[in-house]
T-cell receptor, first 113, second 114 residues
Framework: GESVGLHLPTLSVQEGDNSIINCAYS??????FIWYKQESGKGPQFIID?????DKRQGQRVTVLLNKTVKHLSLQIAATQPGDSAVYFC????????????FGKGTRLHILP | NAGVTQTPKFQVLKTGQSMTLQCAQD?????MYWYRQDPGMGLRLIYY???????DKGEVPNGYNVSRLNKREFSLRLESAAPSQTSVYFC?????????????FGEGSRLTVL
C-alpha cells in the first residue's frame, strides 16, 4: 500500500525533451493499469491504459511500458510541452477484488523553458 | 467530469461534527469509489462499491462509512470528523468506452476540519 506522509517526487524536464515517469505497483495479480494526469485543482484525467497481457502500448505522444517481472510501469511522453506540467499517477486494478483500483504515489512533472 | 457529480464542493466542519458527501452518476456504471487526496500526495482508496448493495473497504476506511443507495448514488459519511480527515475527496466510477475501460472522476469535494 501507499506510504503515508511522503511528498511527491518531482521530475524536471527541458521543454522538447522526452519524459519518462516510473511507477512500481504492488499486486502481481493486477490485470489492468492506467496512467492519469492531474492538473492543479482538478480531478485526475485518463491518459493511457495497458492490460497485463501486453508489454507496450502507444498513444498520441505517450507510450506505456509494462514489466510484470519486476512489477514496474513507465510512462514516456515525447517532446514534452508546457501543458504536460502536472502530477502523474499510475493505477492498478486488482483482478480478484471486484474492481478494486489502487493508485501509486505520483510524480510531479516540471517543464523547464 | 461530466457524468459524476459530487456535493458539496467545499465544506468546513468543527471536530466532532458529522457530514455526508454525496456522489451521483448518470452513466449507468456498476462500480463506484471514494478516494481522498491530501495536499501534495496521491489518491488513497477509502471505500468502493462493485455493484448496488455491496461495499468494500479500501486502503484507509477508518472514520468513514458509505452507502450505495442505488445504482446512481454512493455516499460517504463522516460520523465524527477529525482534523486528520481534512482532504480533498474524489468520487469515481468505472465503465467501458470505445477506447476501453476507464475510471472517471468527479470534480472533488474540499473538506476542512478545524
Amino acid at each position: 500500500g501507499e506510504s503515508v506522509g511522503l511528498h511527491l517526487p518531482t521530475l524536471s524536464v527541458q521543454e522538447g525533451d522526452n519524459s519518462i515517469i516510473n511507477c512500481a505497483y504492488s499486486n502481481s495479480a493486477s490485470d489492468y493499469f492506467i496512467w492519469y494526469k492531474q492538473e492543479s485543482g482538478k480531478g485526475p484525467q485518463f491518459i493511457i491504459d495497458i492490460r497485463s497481457n501486453m508489454d507496450k502500448r502507444q498513444g498520441q505522444r505517450v507510450t506505456v511500458l509494462l514489466n510484470k517481472t519486476v512489477k514496474h510501469l513507465s510512462l514516456q511522453i515525447a517532446a514534452t510541452q508546457p501543458g504536460d506540467s502536472a502530477v502523474y499517477f499510475c493505477a492498478e486494478r486488482w483482478e480478484n477484488r471486484d474492481d478494486k483500483i489502487i493508485f501509486g504515489k505520483g510524480t510531479r512533472l516540471h517543464i523547464l523553458p | 467530469n461530466a457524468g459524476v457529480t459530487q456535493t458539496p464542493k467545499f465544506q468546513v466542519l468543527k471536530t466532532g461534527q458529522s457530514m455526508t458527501l454525496q456522489c451521483a452518476q448518470d452513466m449507468n456504471h456498476n462500480s463506484m469509489y471514494w478516494y481522498r487526496q491530501d495536499p501534495g500526495m496521491g489518491l488513497r482508496l477509502i471505500y468502493y462499491s462493485a455493484s448496488e448493495g455491496t461495499t468494500d473497504k479500501g486502503e484507509v476506511p477508518n472514520g468513514y462509512n458509505v452507502s450505495r443507495l442505488n445504482k446512481r448514488e454512493f455516499s460517504l459519511r463522516l460520523e465524527s470528523a477529525a482534523p486528520s480527515q481534512t482532504s480533498v475527496y474524489f468520487c469515481a466510477i468505472t465503465g467501458f468506452l470505445a477506447r476501453g475501460w476507464e475510471l472517471f472522476f468527479g470534480e472533488g469535494s474540499r473538506l476542512t476540519v478545524l
